[in-house]
């Protein structure tokens, strides 16, 4: 059964209902009736085609948000088998926010790491709606370190809408835990791949995504700040958040097209959450494909590349840059 | 680190930055209010104590040049690098509040900066250094691509000439305008940063006023050694935000230099007076370490 | 780490530990308490069940030969090295309770065994493994001279041979008799441990009750992965130790299992019906891991 | 001025006293006390060989306890130029029960830290009584991989009763720190000297002391556990905490008889708090000595001959052990 429960879905949810009301008939159903359900299947989806073929950037925020979304565990439960958790960060606690272990992807074995959101409203507590504390990004680092040790590639699903903005985030270390996370990740021994799967926020997303490719889901977002916190930082007032994500160029298409991301992974018509298996299947096959190509580097190349990659960000946006002056 | 305000001193024979010099550019009989208690003081009084509130100890902020005349030796030059690097508005960025490439004019106009990083290579006491020095007046002090790739470049020469690098941090952290480019950037300045401690070559970090955001959760937290200027507010979140999101009240220190020290993030507190002399006792301790392993 | 008490099964096709045919050391209808809460069981009940109270949960103590069977194929074999080393006495230690030369011979006759801990190579779902077991009921698995070298050597051994090492612990500590001796094999265990680690060879810690002071400050707290059976005191100063010591009454949990996962020290507690299983899992990932890099 | 608080110095503080009583008159000496005077000294000297020269352990533990000993910042003070001081663990805190840093040791850079028991009350507080938590563990770990890092020589001075035993270091994971502290100094790939300098207790003092070369001072000691502690597990009873010294052999002595330390460092008679400058001088040869020693060595052969002193610890202590049965 499909799900729409965006403002901008109404005229969907309107012929959804209609199609569900003819459905519940089962095969009681006249024939009349059977051709208007046809019709409206197909008035379906060629306006879930309309719609989602031209989703504004908000649209896609509120798509890349979408409470059924899938989320870190359903695609570690759809991906892989064998999923074994490694739990906190041999420090102070184990945030519930990030979720990782060992796992078999595709026969090999893989350190899988990402943002959980949680899907009820208890378990969005434990996971603090997502936002991670620096225990958070001290387990990512054991995470890290135990895949380099046994040279297993790291994959990083990343979903959330910033680092935690506590008191305790600051006592602790938040600004400090992620920007370890940061070096750590830019020389780690081993292959990473990020796929963004909902929303990437801000340094909180960017502290378990320095990778070797950066895949994006069709309607997942990643930005340098959320637009209520960028509209109210630089509008203030987080009322012009539509159009701080608009300025702000944070959609997959946006960013493949400013050379950020490797590549973007379609989505069923609709959004993730139409079809979490098939989704959780393109995911699973665009990351196969590129861990293969990883795998051809040897380790020194590989980080000579990655280096690069992030070397060369920005680069094209600056005016007055001497060609080839680097030491 | 034992240098904080109220022993420390500067020894004479380091006191190379000549600060009554360093400082001359207000009119010496211009009255200034110290921004935290109001106070009011000559501007010659001001300058001749490092906009170093007597009253109070609040550490103004000061300019990039006043920062880098505080620090390196009166008679050695600050050699600059990447002086002319602008942005070219990667996102052709759609503001509501006016097109950002007439504010940047303005801005380079009153500061005499084309961004809010200075990058160079002076001498402190006599030793070689990289300088990174931001300056808060240029649009928060806030990080793009241009930034980045000053201080990515500053961080590859010093590693290559096995010179430490001193940054001085001062930013409301990542530039808005150039979106995920302008967050990449701490990644950049971080990978650098890891090749750089591969090699074995000295880092220090000198928080200011204020440092937050995408800058603190980058570079400004990977030093080797890390110092703050007393009173800096230094976070990934500010207090006021802090406040405002979580509907709490905080304790008053928290964010502040003295409450990273308190929680284990920063090597010390060291006034202003004092940061000269400190720094050049930490580069001659490296300076003796890189020497013997020759 | 998913497999709690809650939900753990063991899966018919890894059940390779026989635990009906492991467990027979009572006679069948022997009554048999449980130590936690008192509850009266018969002792084939009590065995079939693995030791694990069915009222309350409470895994009682294994003996080393009965963690060995439960863990290690049916069909294959435990090879035990290093089985006769035992103290010369170092210290020619002059006790107030008598000598501990009759001492140690009266628990080699009731234990069968001559030191805390028993090491050797098994199978566990068809690969191998290096066993290190420890069992409380020798002088408290306290670790002295003869443990720290069987452990060392274990490790090396698996260093060696790129076997993983999964040990258990139940160990009071460090053996006062010992002295200085005894709180360094802490330092040679851990040596040898970061020579395994270096090399990329997996380390499993298994934690079981009680396990306190220096083995788990040291090659307790060093795997990899590390499980804990449900309700097991692992601590450093054990509870009662801190209660007596700082005149304070501690919430009930702490020292526990339970304790330790939410404060990120180990990766999951694993029901002892689950725990081959469980570790088989990880040994599987770990193989694949090795085949990939051949 | 010599001090003597311990009960068993009650003799030697008697005549001290009368020395006290007439050296005060000065010049208004007159000839016969001046003649008491020097006897009295004569006594004094002959009294303080002989208690020093056959102090019982339970003795040794109380000069090495004494609060007026030298602690750390002391001999960083006087063997050191140019200290600079690192603090934190860039995690949780900065434990002030170990101080540590960067200095100058004749002209050479190294990390120097050690236990710090603070002097009087306010500072004993703040040093937790000289017991380290969690955060002072992380925080010698810090400063160890800083050394690594820059190829510093680590001296480290040991004096700690034991780790802290509270309810926080338990939370914080104090058996982790220390466990972690163990496995990186044993391949820590730059040389590294502990002093014992007063009380080296348990699991506390190991986790800043496994080195290249252990020294202590002459009325230091170095123990499994403390002896109070010792005599509650064993006998159930603390106050057999002299019995319990005894037995497991702490002394200097004892563990330079047991070759499980590299050297003993005299300490001025009557104690090292009767001359810190004496001490310090004296300790300051030793590590210099050593340190050229270690010098000299390739870090392959430092790393391998740090595992084999750790390696062959207890060996003689175990029968039927097989001779060159390693893999
Ligand atoms: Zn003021
Ligand atoms: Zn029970």
Redesign the pocket.
């Given at each position: 059964m499909l799900a729409f429960d965006l403002d901008f879905e109404k005229r969907l949810a309107d012929v959804d209902k209609r199609i569900q009301g003819l459905q519940k008939k089962g095969s009681k159903l006249k024939g009349d009736e059977r051709v208007k359900l046809n019709e409206y299947q197909q008035e379906l989806e060629t306006l879930m085609r309309e719609v989602y073929g031209n989703l504004t950037t908000w649209q896609t925020v509120q798509v890349a948000r979408h409470p059924k979304r899938p989320y870190t565990s359903d695609f570690i439960d759809l991906m892989c088998e064998n999923f074994f958790e490694l739990r906190g960060d041999r420090r102070y606690g184990d945030d519930r926010a990030i979720l990782g272990g060992l796992a078999s992807l595709d026969g090999e074995t893989v350190v899988i790491l990402g943002n959980q959101k949680g899907r009820d409203t208890k378990e969005r507590m434990e996971c603090n709606f997502g936002m991670s504390h620096p225990e958070g990004y001290r387990k990512v680092l054991r995470l890290l370190r135990h895949a380099e040790r046994f040279h297993l590639p790291v994959i990083t699903l990343v979903d959330i809408p910033g680092a935690s903005p506590g008191l305790e985030d600051e006592q602790r270390g938040i600004a400090q835990a992620i920007a370890e996370n940061l070096m750590v990740m830019s020389a780690l021994r081993t292959p990473i791949i990020t796929v963004v799967i909902g929303e990437g926020g801000s340094g909180g997303a960017l502290g378990i995504s320095v990778a070797d490719r950066i895949l994006m889901l069709e309607h997942s977002i990643y930005t340098v700040a959320s637009p209520e916190a960028a509209a109210a930082i630089m509008w203030r007032d987080s009322a012009y958040a539509a159009s701080a994500a608009e300025a702000m160029k944070i959609t997959a298409k946006d960013l493949k097209q400013l050379r950020l991301i490797e590549e973007i992974i379609p989505e069923p018509l609709g959004g993730a959450h139409q079809d979490k298996a098939e989704v959780a299947a393109s995911v699973k096959s665009a990351i196969l494909r590129h861990l293969a190509e990883l795998r051809r580097k040897s380790t020194e190349d590989l980080l000579e590349c990655r280096y690069q990659r992030y070397r060369d960000i920005g680069r094209s946006a600056i005016a007055n840059l001497p060609v080839g002056a680097l030491p | 680190m034992s240098d904080d305000g109220k022993q420390a001193t500067m020894p004479a024979s380091m006191n190379g930055a000549h600060p009554d010099a360093a400082m001359r550019s207000l009119p010496d009989n211009l009255a200034v209010k110290?921004p935290?208690?109001?106070?009011l003081l000559l501007g010659k009084d001001w300058e001749r104590n490092l906009k170093v509130?007597p009253?109070?100890?609040?550490h103004a902020q000061l300019t990039a040049q006043e920062r880098i005349d505080l620090l390196i030796d009166e008679e050695s030059d600050f050699e600059q690098i990447d002086r002319d690097l602008v942005s070219n508005d990667p996102l052709k960025f759609v503001s509501l509040s006016g097109t950002d490439r007439s504010k940047l004019d303005g801005l380079a106009d009153s500061t005499g900066l084309k961004e809010s990083v200075v990058v160079g290579s002076g001498i402190i006491d006599g030793l070689p250094v990289m300088l990174v020095i931001m300056d808060f007046r240029f649009l928060g002090g806030s990080m793009g691509a241009v930034v980045g790739e000053k201080i990515t470049h500053a961080i590859e020469i010093a590693t290559y000439e096995r010179i430490p690098l001193l940054i001085a941090t001062a930013s409301g952290g990542a530039r808005m305008q150039e979106g995920v480019i302008a967050l990449m950037q701490m990644a950049k300045t971080s990978a650098a940063l890891a090749r750089m401690a591969e090699a074995g070559v000295p880092y220090i970090v000198l928080l200011t006023d204020p440092t937050t955001g995408g800058v603190t959760a980058s570079f400004a937290m990977l030093g080797d050694v890390t110092i703050a200027e007393p009173g800096a507010l230094v976070a990934f979140t500010g207090p006021r935000v802090i406040e405002q999101s979580m509907h709490i009240k905080l304790p008053k220190d928290v964010g502040y230099a003295e409450y990273l020290l308190a929680h284990g993030m920063i090597d010390g507190i060291v006034h202003r007076r004092a940061l000269k002399a400190t720094i050049a006792r930490l580069l001659h301790l490296y300076d003796d370490a890189e020497k013997a392993m020759n």
């Open positions: - | 110290c935290k208690c109001r106070e509130c009253k109070c100890g609040h």
